[in-house]
DNA sequence: CAACAACTTTGATTCAGATCAAAAATATGA
DNA sequence: TCATATTTTTGATCTGAATCAAAGTTGTTG
């Protein structure tokens, strides 16, 4: 019954079909190829007609808008499984980037944009997406705006935590870093001498230890929550 | 035939009603209230279970995050005609604040999703609006991530004047300016000093005029848009 | 219209993070 | 494995905006 469930797509759309049945899952079949990008690669370009939309097999995306004289902003951050596109739009004003090697499952919008006006769960679906995408953006917003350079690495570290939990709940505290000191200085609004001295300055605390380029494991899980500055409340314990 | 187009709402459920026809108007109409907030109450807090969702009639109303510490941060500013609420939410994560006096058109949250669930294009529309603030939510982070205090604020009044002129293209360059100096630093990340010296820097090079508290008149709008540091391309001209 | 409260401006000083400049560590590849 | 390129760390200095502190405005209310 559920012969055709996406069996040979790694995340099995899981962006979009949660609740799609075997007749859906078969329009998405057909509509859909993969592309690889190198890291650094530009997706896609600000202003570009939109031709495709996407969901993240493997590897890391970026969103960034860029200042007339070449300072960047990195507004969203894409892992596996995260959608890029959106229905109704014809094109994106912001630059979609390999941060590292990406493998894309995309599907062509005219025949996706058709199945969303054909099944209203998956409209709902992507309704859903983009109001997570709404309050990262705004939880973002409030790290620019408020927080320390000490509380962005440690929210930017605690997040990447959360995410790997929630991928494999059995996982140890140890994280791969997608990005380069560049980009997570690009993504929190520092330069990279700053991400650099602040990443030391929680190894020093004994809060988590760096090993090679791009390897955090986190100590004291309390000592970081501790440091990202947001309130408790809300939090799973107390 | 369309004597019942919202006729006794001042913004005839704008955010919504674009294409419903007499039914679903006949609808809305018979889950709506008005309800008046004076200037800094909380319309919504963080947390709250969500029992309405609303439109702005009338005043400024303003979304809020805050750390531990108390220092905030707007994330998100609603003028006449917005909406809040989301479809499928139950609760929001922010402070919902009235910036000035406020007055809602208000619509209970079970029939409005009701609504939505049987009509389409009321759902497209709030997927529109969603993606609209999802941009906005962007550019904000721009620029709290990367602008300077003048950028900062010359954004702010160009925004105001754009939002202006969007509203009556026929309008001078006279504008009310909806907060105080200290709302302005929540919403801009700065402090309200700081705010105070780049509108009188700006004053003083003749780019702007300052008269009472929140009188402003933009004199040089073409050096304004310079101050903003965006890229000038997308624009109107050139 | 006087007195008060709230808001804004201005000035002096401090400080977090940017900038400038090497040196050190890690990768890459011949 | 050695040479080279890239990335990261570390140090010294500078600066934009925060902070601290009055004084000056504007608006409100009895």
Not at 204 to 222: C, H, N, P, Y
Request: charged content about 30%.
């Amino acid at each position: 019954m559920n012969a055709v469930r996406c069996n040979d797509c790694p995340i099995r759309h899981r962006a979009v079909c949660a609740r799609c049945d075997d007749d859906e899952l078969t329009r998405l079949e057909n509509m859909k190829s993969y592309k690889r990008y190198d890291a650094g690669e530009t997706i896609m370009w600000r202003g570009e007609p939109l031709e495709h939309v996407a969901s993240i097999v493997d590897g890391v995306a970026s969103l960034s808008k860029t200042l007339e004289d070449g300072r960047t902003q990195m507004v969203g951050l894409l892992l596996p499984s995260d959608f890029i596109g959106r229905p109704g739009r014809k094109e994106v004003e912001f630059d979609v980037v390999a941060t590292t090697e990406v493998t894309l499952c995309r599907f062509e919008i005219k025949p996706f944009e058709q199945l969303v006006m054909d099944t209203p769960h998956v409209a709902q679906r992507l309704m859903e997406l983009a109001l997570d995408e709404l309050d990262a953006a705004r939880d973002w917003m409030l790290l620019l705006g408020r927080k320390t350079a000490r509380e962005k690495i440690a929210t930017f570290i605690d997040m990447l935590a959360q995410r790997k939990i929630a991928g494999n709940p059995e996982s140890d505290g140890t994280l791969e870093m997608p990005m380069t000191r560049d980009q997570i200085a690009n993504y929190l609004g520092l330069t990279l001498e700053t991400v650099s001295r602040q990443f030391n300055a929680l190894k020093k605390e004994g809060v988590i230890t760096l090993s090679g380029r791009k390897q955090i494991e986190v100590i004291d899980l309390l000592a970081l929550r501790d440091a990202t500055g947001d309130d408790s409340d809300g939090g799973v314990l107390s």
